[in-house]
């Protein structure tokens, strides 16, 4: 068995039963060194712990490749859900296994930002730039989303100086591309973890600076109005 999990935005009291199950079930624990952290209380001191960065994640993938095959129980973890940010790393993890996997959904950071600044993901989109490759698509995709009077929630890319896409650099890039400096925005950081939050508009952001950690909300201009039957009158 390989299965990933999801380990929640950093509280290990955010992650779902099911996939503590696993941990503490698990021959296997695999993982970036911070996710692996988050969930240590769980992993039972039979198991290997395979920890590895950007460098070597191919190679201890492999690693943990070759133990699944022989027959070890592996768990990998990633932090938050798979499916928000992680599917490139779930690629990575398939191509060693040479066949698909099983997954377990976690809660992500961007939902608990949806719940702490009350919106609807019904009226919101979601934007990750916390990938690899040409981030162009997905830039061009966010000024989309707040011309259709959306809200935006947006995971930045705060990897290397060369293409950091962080907070400010993406207010920069909307203010270009006619988004209208007064569009109401927040920036979360830490989640779950010591929160810290900065509410200000996107002219502002341009030059604000925030930790790696930090998570975007972009308000709509013109909030869509509630669909709800009217109260009745007293």
């Not at 999990?5 to 941990?23: H, K």
């Not at 705060?158 to 909307?174: G, K, T």
């Given at each position: ?116 600044a009350r919106v609807c993901f019904d009226e919101t989109t979601f934007v990750t730039f916390h990938r690899r490759g040409d981030l162009t698509p997905f830039k061009r995709h966010l000024v ?91």
């Open positions: 068995m390989i299965i990933c999990i999801g380990a929640g935005p950093g509280d290990i009291g955010y992650l779902p039963q099911r996939s503590a199950g696993l941990i503490r079930d698990a021959d296997v624990i695999a993982g970036f060194d911070a996710v692996v952290n988050v969930v240590r209380p769980l992993i039972p001191a039979r198991a290997e712990v395979v920890l590895m960065g950007y460098k070597d994640q191919v190679a201890q993938l492999e690693h943990v490749a070759r133990l699944h095959h022989a027959g070890k129980r592996c768990v990998v973890v990633f932090m938050g859900d798979i499916h928000f940010s992680g599917f490139q790393y779930l690629e990575r993890v398939e191509r060693a296994c040479g066949h698909p996997v099983e997954t377990m959904p976690g809660l992500s950071s961007a939902q608990v930002l949806a719940s702490r989309h989303v707040l011309e259709d009077q959306r809200n935006a929630i947006v995971i930045p890319c705060p990897w290397d100086a060369a293409r950091s896409f962080m907070p400010c650099h993406i207010a920069a890039y909307l203010l270009e591309n006619g988004i209208s400096p007064a569009q109401p925005t927040e920036v979360w950081e830490n989640l779950t973890r010591g929160e810290a939050e900065w509410h200000g508009t996107l002219a502002e952001c341009a030059d604000k600076t925030f930790s790696d950690m930090s998570i975007m909300l972009i308000r709509t201009l013109q909030p869509m109005a509630s669909q709800i039957e009217p109260a009745e009158a007293a």
